[in-house]
C-alpha cells in the first residue's frame, strides 16, 4: 500500500561561495547533506513566502547585491530586466540609475560602484526596492517537500 | 478525497556540520563515523560538529503526542552512536548548565567526570571511557544536563 505523504513547504537558503572576486550561486546539493536544510517548514506556500520575504530582508542589511552573481559591470548577472526597463524602475523609486550600455553592460564594476554610492542615501523603502528588481541575487527559495505522514 | 489539514506536527532532524576533528589511538566501540587519516598511516579520527540553523523535515503526525514519541525514539537512536562531547566545542554548546552545575548534576547521578577546570578534550575522553558502563538512568540524566546537544524536534504547523 502506498504511504501517504503530505507537502509542506520549506524555506531553504540559497548557497553562494566566494571566489575571491565575488558570490557565486552553489546550486548543486548533496541530498543528504546540510545545505538542504530548512529555516522553517510551512503548510502553506503563501506563508513559506511571507517568512521568506522576512529573511531575505534581514539577511541583505549592509550587503552590496552587486558582490553577488558577477564583477558589478553587467547586470544580467543579477536580475531578468531588460536594462531600460531597470533605469526605469529606479527612476520609480526615486533613484538616480546608473549608466548601461544597451545590453546592460556598465564596465569597470560600475553596478558595484553605483550602489556603494547611492546606498546611503537610500530609505530603507528604496534599498528593498533595488533588491526586489535583482531577481537573481536571492538568499533564500522556498521548495515544496513531499513528507511521509502518519496518522 | 483527500482531507483537508489544518494542523500537523513535524519531526525534525537538525542540522549539525562538522568543523574540525579529534585524532585518537583507540575507537570506542559506539562510535560510528570514526575516519582513516590519508595523510598519517594508521592514524584515525573522529569528526567534531557544530550546531547550525536549519532543520530537514523527517516525518509528518496529525497527533502530537506521536510525533513526540516519534521524536524521543529518533533522538535516542541518534544518542546511542555519538559522544556529546564532540557536538560542539564548548560547554555553553553542549549545555544551559554552567560548568559548575553540570559537575554537580553528573555527581549527583553517581558519575565522576573530569575534575578541575574544564577541559573540552578531557570530557571527551571521559565519555569514551564511562559510556558503555552507563545506566539507563545515568544516560538519561547525562542527556537532560546536555540539553543543547538535540538531533530532532517537533515543530507545529498550522494554516
Known amino acids: 500500500m502506498a504511504r501517504k505523504q503530505v507537502t509542506v513547504y520549506a524555506v531553504q537558503p540559497v548557497h553562494w561561495a566566494y571566489n575571491d572576486e565575488y558570490y557565486y550561486r552553489e546550486d548543486e546539493g548533496d541530498p543528504e547533506g546540510d545545505r538542504l536544510m530548512s529555516l522553517k517548514s510551512f503548510l502553506r506556500r503563501d506563508r513559506a513566502e511571507a517568512h521568506l520575504r522576512e529573511a531575505e530582508r534581514r539577511h541583505r542589511r549592509g550587503l552590496n547585491p552587486f558582490n553577488y552573481g558577477g564583477y558589478g559591470e553587467r547586470l544580467a548577472d543579477y536580475g531578468t530586466l531588460a536594462p531600460a526597463q531597470f533605469q526605469e524602475r529606479l527612476r520609480e523609486l526615486g533613484l538616480q540609475p546608473p549608466d548601461l550600455g544597451r545590453r546592460g553592460r556598465a564596465p569597470g564594476h560600475a553596478l558595484w560602484e553605483w550602489w556603494e554610492q547611492a546606498a546611503e542615501g537610500m530609505t530603507a523603502e528604496q534599498q528593498d526596492g533595488v533588491w526586489e528588481l535583482l531577481d537573481r541575487v536571492r538568499f533564500y527559495t522556498v521548495v515544496p517537500l513531499q513528507v511521509e505522514l502518519e496518522g | ?159
Not at chain 2, 550546531?51 to 513526540?68: C, H, I, M, Q
Request: aromatic share 10%; hydrophobic share 40%; proline share 5%.
Open chain 2, 1 to 159: 478525497m483527500a482531507r483537508k489539514i489544518s494542523r500537523l506536527f513535524l519531526v525534525e532532524r537538525l542540522c549539525w556540520a562538522v568543523t574540525g576533528c579529534d585524532f585518537v589511538k583507540a575507537i570506542p566501540a559506539y562510535v560510528r563515523d570514526v575516519q582513516l587519516d590519508p595523510s598519517r598511516k594508521g592514524q584515525l579520527w573522529i569528526p567534531l560538529y557544530r550546531r547550525l540553523e536549519g532543520a530537514a523535515p523527517v516525518k509528518a503526525f496529525l497527533d502530537e503526542g506521536k510525533a513526540e514519541a516519534c521524536c524521543r525514539r529518533m533522538e535516542e537512536e541518534a544518542w546511542a552512536r555519538i559522544n556529546p562531547f564532540r557536538h560542539g566545542d564548548r560547554p555553553e554548546q553542549w549545555t544551559t548548565f554552567d560548568a559548575g552545575r553540570l559537575r554537580d548534576w553528573l555527581l549527583d547521578a553517581g558519575l565522576e567526570p573530569p575534575a578541575g577546570k574544564l577541559n573540552v578534550k578531557a570530557w571527551r575522553g571521559w565519555y569514551d571511557r564511562a559510556r558503555d558502563g552507563l545506566t539507563e538512568l545515568q544516560r538519561l540524566r547525562l542527556r537532560e544536563a546536555l540539553d543543547r546537544v538535540r538531533f530532532y524536534q517537533v515543530s507545529e504547523l498550522t494554516e
